[in-house]
């Protein structure tokens, strides 16, 4: 099955540093990539996806980057906000067209950034 | 609105004890998933289903069971509930698409 693997665990930057998070994943057929920001005490959210048939994905300060025949990809953050303090979740996927899904997400990412 | 809802928020229980953590989602969507987030924030997949009457299990172990009788319900039942299970458990209501829509949670507490 799908392994997911995350890093850093942990993450501190300056407010306005940029924050990278990595993720490798295992199973080729995988084509779904999504990200999830989780706030304490609440929720997964998610935040931005990206599928196989490209390679990098922005929307305002955040984007992802895709490298399928590494199988790894990175969730960018550029100008980062106190308010961006959270976990982060990377998760993979096969389609929905593929009759076999299962979301498997990595161990997390918690991002600290300080004033 | 449409949106995923878990019930009860918080349980505490005693050892032995049987529960059952309620899911409703009024999106519609065929395929739910339930994870079980321990402290240190990772998540599990213990339970998913590709519709009505379609339960599998998940990567990691669980002595829970589900069922999946209607669309819009997704009830995760422990017979016999121990200290180990505690911990935060999370339904998710899966869009066409892939994307997750995540409830509330359940922080459950076995003492």
């Known amino acids: 099955g799908e392994n997911v693997e995350q890093h850093p665990s942990t993450l501190s930057v300056q407010e306005g540093d940029s924050a990278v998070i990595k993720c490798t994943y295992s199973?080729?057929?995988?084509?779904?990539f999504p990200w999830y920001k989780q706030e304490l005490g609440k929720r997964p959210q998610l935040i931005i996806d990206?599928?196989?048939?490209?390679g990098e994905k922005k929307d305002q300060r955040i984007a992802v980057t895709l490298n399928k025949t590494a199988k790894h990809f990175s969730l960018h953050i550029t100008e980062t906000q106190p308010e961006d303090s959270a976990v982060y979740f990377c998760?993979?996927?096969?389609?929905?067209?593929?009759?076999?899904?299962?979301?498997?997400f990595g161990t997390g990412t918690r991002l600290l950034v300080s004033p | 609105e449409a949106d995923i809802y878990q019930t009860p928020r918080y349980l505490v229980i005693g050892t032995g004890k049987k529960i059952t953590l309620e899911c409703s989602q009024t999106?519609?969507?065929?395929?739910m998933y339930w994870y079980q987030q321990d402290p240190g924030m990772e998540l599990h997949l213990i339970h998913y289903?590709?519709?009505?009457?379609?339960?599998e299990k998940g990567d990691l172990s669980s002595e829970s069971t589900v069922s999946r009788i209607r669309t819009e319900h997704f009830p995760l039942t422990l017979e016999s509930a121990r200290p180990s299970h505690t911990s935060q458990y999370l339904c998710?209501?899966?869009?066409?698409?892939?994307?997750?829509?995540f409830g509330q949670g359940t922080r459950l507490t076995v003492v």
């Open positions: 998760a993979a996927s096969r389609d929905w067209n593929t009759g076999f899904q299962k979301l498997v």
């Open positions: 199973d080729s057929a995988s084509n779904y």
């Open positions: 990206i599928r196989s048939n490209v």
């Open positions: 999106m519609g969507h065929d395929k």
């Open positions: 289903s590709y519709g009505v009457n379609s339960t």
């Open positions: 998710a209501s899966i869009e066409g698409t892939m994307k997750a829509f």
